[in-house]
């Protein structure tokens, strides 16, 4: 479970994602001031920020400014009233590329659904602290997606990309996400090793 801080700029979203935070066993918190959402971002609890006010307004860009300057950034979800007939992307138009909230969920926000996206946040963050993989672009996301879903399963996985893309690491947060992540990983370099040896250098 996580601590999830909640801006109450929205009081009836708040209380409403609150309700639903504290069913599924997290803790909560409001967030009263921009100062105080940086302190309580600097202790060693998993987070989770909810943002509920305008998507357009400055105290949002600077509560994503903030969160956004810790690495990795903990998940952001945001709630948010949508006029009619507008596309939910629109809200988030003024909103620069990498500040972009993880997830949006329309107002009022319904608790199941707050209840998933914080399961899949929190697991994806926590996921990123284990294996230090970073970053919030889609290609980021897919592959710490696709190693929460691989780790589980007894099978060989074949890691392909150029040199210096992370292979190596993928293959450890893979190790250490799985159920053998108390056994040994054992790293087998096969470019550095003759074909005639590497038969006794891997069963002796």
Request: aromatic share 2%.
């Amino acid at each position: 479970m996580a601590g999830v801080l909640i801006d109450d700029r929205d009081i009836e979203s708040a209380l409403a994602v609150r309700s639903a935070a504290e069913a599924d066993g997290h803790t909560t918190e409001m967030v009263p001031t921009l100062d105080r959402l940086d302190r309580m971002l600097a202790g060693d609890e998993t987070l989770a920020l909810v943002l509920t006010g305008d998507p357009q307004a400055p105290g949002t860009t600077e509560m994503l400014r903030i969160v956004s300057s810790h690495v990795p950034r903990p998940p952001v979800i945001m709630v948010a009233h949508m006029p009619d007939g507008e596309n939910p992307r629109d809200l988030l138009s003024e909103i620069e590329t990498w500040l972009l909230p993880d997830e949006l969920i329309l107002a009022p926000p319904d608790p199941e659904e707050v209840k998933v996206a914080l399961t899949q946040q929190i697991e994806r963050y926590e996921l990123q602290l284990e294996t230090g993989i970073v970053g919030h672009t889609h290609g980021v996301r897919e592959l710490l997606e696709r190693i929460h879903m691989l780790a589980p399963v007894n099978s060989t996985v074949l890691i392909t990309g150029e040199s210096g893309t992370g292979k190596e690491l993928v293959a450890r947060s893979i190790h250490q996400a799985s159920p053998r992540a108390k056994r040994p990983y054992v790293v087998f370099d096969c470019a550095s090793i003759p074909r005639e040896l590497a038969e006794s250098e891997l069963f002796g």
